[in-house]
């Protein structure tokens, strides 16, 4: 699957932003998507993730503890779109921003499976 992310953006302490990846493929209810974040001179690191349930469309969310009350994940399966509301930004969310998607392997702190695919990122800059 191929990822496109979009939404990032310059803004002040206490603003809002949406990301939005939009992925390929014709099998992405199944699939598990997630956001993570990489800042200057730090580690890649898992933001929030909306795993397939196995069956059906059940879903499940899974936040970092930085993420929890102030970020949402959601997926729109008929738009191929997974996005990330994130409010209350502070300068500590300043980062490249990308989405993973992943078949085989639940989304969270372990990253992505071999066969895992990464967007090409979005920066987000909160001003402060």
């Known amino acids: 699957v191929q990822l496109q992310a979009s939404g990032g953006g310059l803004v002040q302490t206490g603003a809002s932003l949406r990301l939005s990846c939009a992925a390929s493929?014709?099998?992405?209810?199944?699939?598990?998507m997630g956001w993570f974040r990489q800042a200057p001179a730090k580690e890649r690191e898992f933001i929030a993730a909306v795993n397939w349930g196995g069956s059906g469309s059940i879903y499940y969310t899974n936040y970092a503890d930085s993420a929890k009350g102030r970020f949402t994940i959601s997926r729109d399966n008929a738009k191929n779109t997974v996005y990330l509301q994130m409010n209350g930004l502070k300068p500590e969310d300043t980062a490249v921003y990308y989405c993973a998607a992943d078949r085989i392997q639940a989304m969270g702190p372990r990253g992505i499976s071999p066969i895992g695919s990464w967007g090409q990122g979005t920066q987000v800059t909160v001003s402060s």
């Open positions: 493929g014709r099998t992405f209810t199944s699939y598990n």
